[in-house]
T-cell receptor, first 113, second 113 residues
């Protein structure tokens, strides 16, 4: 158990819908990262938040957005879902930023039908 | 663009065999290097990391990796694998002064008793 929790574990939804994935970081960790793992793209960095502020952006689609709340939990919002958005979405957290180990959550498996 | 290549997609070994998984990255500057492991049904866990100093780093469970700067490589090794090492292994790079991890496509290792 890494100490990072993600809900839900599985999500099945239809094209065009909107979903919210939730992540609670390890106690004391200020940074939260979101990654997408798909068969064709592998593991890709989406976005990072540090203490409530966006710090870095990766290959995140405009239909996707994230935020980090004052209690440091984070949500990833995916809208206008397409079949290609089906993937495992991982959240990771670290104490600070660069140089610190990222601890990964168990992931949310999203299936878009 | 920064990228990480893992040459072996699927490796099958018998117990006690030696293991070497290749990892090469393309980035001209200073990087931090990582190997993560994902056991079946579990979250990603850090095996080992290299930030600076001795290019031969030792990680958990008897794994080690060697950073060869001239070859842009960070190969993972284990002298004698066990059935419990069956998992997917990911090499990752974090360019200096950034927090994001750029992952390779992963290598699936199967160890047979």
């Amino acid at each position: 158990d890494s100490g990072v929790t993600q809900t839900p574990k599985h999500l099945i939804t239809a094209t065009g819908q909107r979903v919210t994935l939730r992540c609670s970081p390890r106690s004391g960790d200020l940074s939260v990262y979101w990654y997408q793992q798909s068969l064709d793209q592998g593991l890709q960095f989406l976005i990072q938040y540090y203490n409530g502020e966006e710090r870095a952006k990766g290959n995140i689609l405009e239909r996707f957005s994230a935020q980090q709340f004052p209690d440091l939990h984070s949500e990833l919002n995916l809208s206008s879902l397409e079949l290609g958005d089906s993937a495992l979405y991982f959240c990771a957290s670290s104490v600070s930023g660069q140089g610190y180990e990222q601890y990964f959550g168990p992931g949310t498996r999203l299936t878009v039908t | 663009a920064q990228s990480v290549s893992q040459h072996n997609h699927h490796v099958i070994l018998s117990e006690a065999a030696s293991l070497e998984l290749g990892c090469n990255y393309s980035y001209g500057g200073t990087v931090n290097l990582f190997w993560y492991v994902q056991y079946p049904g579990q979250h990603l866990q850090l095996l080992l990391k290299y930030f600076s100093g001795d290019p031969l780093v030792k990680g958990i469970k008897g794994f080690e990796a060697e950073f060869i700067k001239s070859k842009f490589s960070f190969n993972l090794r284990k002298p004698s694998v066990q059935w419990s090492d069956t998992a997917e292994y990911f090499c990752a790079v974090s360019p200096y002064n950034t927090d994001k991890l750029i992952f390779g496509t992963g290598t699936r290792l199967q160890v047979f008793p």
